[in-house]
């Protein structure tokens, strides 16, 4: 494999936004961008109005503007309120973090046993939410389009500035997407880069057609750190028996991608219960994952058993399952 390795290292100096009125410690930025989007060193500046912004030690960055500076193309789903941040996969690409896209998905496609060119890398941020989609998107010999994938956690949810700036947390997003970040705190320096050696995630899988990232709205309020508002009152519910699943027939057998109460499932969002210890529709709380929507039932969902919902059947395998306490919140 190429040894290729990106840079793009983030200076900080003092300055003062506002974030969901709240006052953060922001940074006027200059970052250079080394071998990353091109083979030529690239210096990008961020706008007075679009600046880098320390919130609750986590360091947020404007989403489109740090995408450009890395050699991916962003969209924007209005309707689910996600940005979408991709990059295609290209052996002979002259962008590097496109060879190295390419090379990673080489490698997940072979950890699962599938015969496909790797085409896109990508990862959907949904606003209000601390979990993102990761997908590798691949085609075959008849063209038909398959997505191997899994839901994340991030250090902090996704949110805007109030210009309507997009922010991500840098870190998570960079890990999520195989790449590297160190930090160096006497310089406030952050240098995002491309691994020596490409280590694909673990506990990828097929993910079903059309699944997408659900919005956790609980999370803003649990963060509490945007909107200045209190956590949501909670009651324990009891420990229960956490197993797992996600979209599509292999796991969720004729319902496919559909919910008993809330249309499709939303990995990240999404739990099945048992109506008779938990109200359709309900938030809760659970041990180790955060805020989760009850949308969903099933027959071997009884008393204190919850199904999490996560992006892929092989992903909902290897988590298996676990025991957790669990809050109900109420308004």
Not at 259 to 285: F, K, Q
Request: net charge negative.
């Amino acid at each position: 494999m190429e040894n290729l390795r990106k840079s793009a290292v983030v200076l900080a100096a003092a300055a003062l936004i506002t974030v969901g009125g709240a006052n953060v410690f922001a940074a006027e930025t200059v970052v250079e961008v080394n071998s990353i989007a091109s083979e030529t060193p690239e210096i990008v500046t961020f706008p007075a109005d679009a600046s880098p912004a320390e919130i609750d030690n986590t360091l947020y960055v404007p989403g489109r503007i740090m995408a450009d500076a890395m050699g991916m193309r962003t969209e924007w789903k209005q309707e689910s309120q996600t940005a979408v941040l991709v990059v295609e996969a290209e052996r002979s690409s002259s962008k590097p973090i496109e060879r190295y896209a390419y090379t990673i998905s080489e490698s997940g496609a072979d950890s699962v046993g599938l015969n496909a060119v790797p085409e896109d890398m990508s990862i959907e941020l949904k606003l209000n939410s601390s979990y993102a989609l990761v997908k590798f998107g691949y085609t075959d010999n008849s063209g038909e389009r398959t997505e191997l994938g899994k839901t994340v956690q991030l250090d902090g949810a996704v949110r805007l500035v109030d210009d309507g700036t997009l922010m991500f947390p840098l870190r998570s997003v960079a890990g999520a997407l195989c790449l590297e970040l160190s930090w160096k705190q006497e310089s406030r320096t952050a240098t995002v880069m491309i691994p020596e050696v490409a280590v694909i995630p673990d506990g990828l899988g097929v993910v079903a057609e059309d699944t997408s990232l659900g919005q956790t709205e609980a999370v803003v309020s649990a963060e509490a750190d945007t909107a200045e508002t209190d956590e949501p009152e909670m009651i324990y519910l009891g420990t229960f028996k956490i197993s797992h699943y996600a979209p599509g027939t292999e796991s969720n057998g004729v319902w496919g991608n559909a919910t008993a109460w809330a249309g499709s499932i939303n990995p990240g969002t999404t739990i099945a219960v048992d109506p008779d210890v938990i109200e359709p529709l309900s938030w809760v709380y659970i041990e180790g994952y955060g805020y989760r929507r009850a949308e969903d039932c099933g027959g071997a969902i009884k008393g204190n058993k919850i199904d999490v919902a996560v992006a892929s059947y092989a992903e909902a395998m290897r988590l298996g399952v676990v025991y957790q306490d669990v809050y109900l919140c109420v308004e």
